[in-house]
């Protein structure tokens, strides 16, 4: 049965969208800046993983909205927005290897997914859960994938907090990367929540934590102006190398 909560991905699908115009302009306008293609490009994935789960909502259960959901999610989620971080925090050389490391075990992953058989004896109509996924060896795979975003992205931005806390003319920055911080960790709660059974828990992170990650980029970018003159972005991460 549907209810309310089963309704939330719809507004967060919404909100990835405009979040993720708002970021490829910020890169088209700049011509410049592989990190804010590759939020972009993550918040694309955010968005096409709850519009999965809005699709279900609306007409209901069936295996290529499910794996697309798995895989935009539980593999994509993360993944890009914190391969963005890596571009902007790392020297382009290492950020590359890492994106040559990064890709290819996604896509072993999201193989792995596509292919997987499915119990359709635990489908559940309105509802997405990994359990009912043949392969169950093939969750194994999101976990590291995860471990990876929450280094980069969460890490990231908890860095740069500490950083920027030190001096009150970057009291602003401060506060964007805590919010950024805990807005990443948030959906990560939520697919904690998944595994046991718990997805509801997971639509209500996703909307919180993309509310926060765009309210911390946002109190960033409003001081572009200063922040473009040094060229410096400053969201997301603590500092950019550029070779």
Do not use: C
Request: proline content about 3%; hydrophobic content about 50%; charged content about 15%.
């Amino acid at each position: 049965m549907r209810e309310t909560v089963h309704f939330i991905p719809i507004v967060t699908t919404v909100l990835a969208v405009v979040f993720g115009t708002a970021v490829f302009r910020r890169w088209n306008a700049r011509r410049s800046g592989a990190h804010l293609l590759w939020w972009a490009g993550g918040i694309a994935a955010y968005g096409a993983g709850t519009l999965t789960e809005a699709s279900v909502t609306l007409f209901g259960w069936n295996p290529v909205l499910f794996k697309a959901w798995y895989i935009t999610g539980a593999l994509l989620g993360g993944a890009p927005l914190a391969q963005g971080t890596v571009y902007l925090l790392l020297k382009r050389k290492t950020a590359n290897r890492l994106t040559a490391v990064v890709l290819p075990f996604i896509l072993v992953a999201a193989t792995a997914v596509a292919l997987s058989p499915i119990r359709y004896e635990l489908v559940e109509s309105h509802r997405l859960t990994g359990s009912v996924m043949g392969w169950q060896w093939a969750r194994a795979f999101s976990p590291f994938i995860n471990l990876y975003a929450a280094i980069f992205l969460i890490g990231g931005a908890a860095l740069s907090a500490w950083r920027y806390a030190k001096h009150t003319a970057t009291r602003h920055r401060f506060v964007g990367n805590s919010l950024i911080a805990l807005g990443a960790l948030l959906p990560g709660i939520g697919g904690t929540a998944t595994r046991f059974g718990y997805t509801e828990v997971l639509y209500v992170t996703e909307l919180l934590g993309l509310s926060l990650i765009w309210l911390g980029y946002w109190s960033i970018v409003r001081e572009g102006a200063g922040a473009r003159a040094r060229g410096h972005d400053g969201a997301l991460a603590p500092q950019e190398v550029r070779t």
